[in-house]
């Protein structure tokens, strides 16, 4: 059994994942997420019309009406066409894939600035986690671990670089 299998197990046989599995809810955002993904992967095959290629832009389809057949190109488009006889399924299923990419870029670095800055927070009120899960760790211990803590930006802090160079707050640092 690989790590990756045994962590789901166990996610599934805690409250969380019990709850989970319970609710219709929550299944059902999952399935709709799956669909999304699955349509977002699978654009180049899905897709109608590839978007990215002038040569296939039919001028004389343009604005055709949702769920109806263009009478010039004799097409059926499902959401119908653009004023430059783009298909807009097409569009929407290629826009997806830069949709995703872009929350997912974002969203890693929201965390990649986040985490360190959270942890900087948490030195001041003197609530910073160890690695071991106890609280009350020094500046030695947070300098390490926003070294290690899977971000790329991490204040440029450096592991003997002092945290606050201000006096008034320095003896909040002290060992």
Not at 59 to 69: D, E, K, Q, Y
Not at 74 to 86: H, K, N
Request: with cysteine; aromatic share 6%.
């Amino acid at each position: 059994m690989s790590a990756l299998t045994r962590k789901l197990s166990g996610f599934f046989k805690s409250d969380i994942g019990h709850a989970y599995l319970r609710s219709p809810g929550a299944l059902m955002a999952t399935a709709v997420l799956a669909i999304i993904l699955i349509a977002a992967i699978a654009a180049p095959l899905l897709a109608p019309q590839d978007i990215l290629d002038p040569a296939q832009l039919d001028l004389m389809a343009a604005n055709t009406p949702p769920w109806s057949v263009n009478e010039f190109a004799g097409q059926f488009y499902v959401l119908g066409t653009d004023d430059q006889g783009r298909d807009i399924l097409s569009a929407t299923l290629y826009g997806t894939r830069v949709s995703l990419l872009v929350g997912v870029v974002l969203g890693e670095h929201g965390i990649s600035i986040a985490d360190p800055a959270n942890e900087s927070l948490l030195l001041f009120s003197g609530q910073v986690p160890t690695d071991d899960g106890c609280k009350g760790s020094t500046e030695k211990d947070l300098s390490s671990q926003i070294g290690v803590s899977g971000a790329p930006f991490h204040l440029g802090l450096e592991a003997r670089q002092p945290l606050v160079h201000f006096p008034v707050m320095s003896h909040l640092f002290r060992d």
